[in-house]
């Protein structure tokens, strides 16, 4: 008796689990590519100076698809602040995509991130002159209460960086 009420409820579990899996996913797994509302950028170069003229740092968002706290980190605070002009764009994780860096050499959106040794998605990225970073890289999904101001305090710190 006891070992069949264990089965159903582990049984129940388990197609719940998969159930909320299957639906996250498919929420989830919109949030890279154009869609997403950022743009992936040709040049970094190019972007830099764009932004520069500005006097803005560029912010490199590093996603990867399917992530929940990259979406919800695009969506809440980077492409808002994109629309309003601030120079934003993002590579993506595991991309063959292929782009200019900093210096103009030809390279991809995987090979620049490793090369970045960035591991953890969402990664914000802050460049100033040269493809210096002028701010503390933010790393990760931080609580969505907190994301926004530890967003400003970076931007704050970079545009005193340039």
């Known amino acids: 008796m006891i070992d069949h009420a264990f089965n159903a409820a582990f049984q129940r579990r388990h197609w719940l689990s998969l159930a909320c899996a299957l639906a996250a996913g498919g929420a989830w797994g919109q949030a890279a590519g154009p869609a997403a509302g950022l743009p992936a950028p040709q040049s970094l170069q190019d ?34 602040m994109h629309k309003a002009g601030t120079p934003i764009v993002q590579l993506d994780m595991r991309s063959a995509q292929t782009l200019l860096d900093f210096k103009g050499q030809s390279t991809t959106h995987d090979q620049l991130i490793k090369q970045w040794r960035i591991s953890i998605a969402p990664t914000l990225l802050f460049f100033g002159p040269g493809g210096k970073e002028v701010a503390e890289r933010m790393e990760g999904g931080y609580l969505p209460d907190f994301y926004g101001p530890y967003l400003d305090e970076r931007l704050v710190k970079a545009r005193q960086g340039l």
């Open 47 to 80: 972007e830099l100076a764009k932004a520069l003229r500005q006097k803005e740092p560029l912010i490199v968002m590093v996603s990867l698809d399917g992530c929940p706290f990259c979406r919800s980190a695009r969506q809440s605070h980077l492409v808002p």
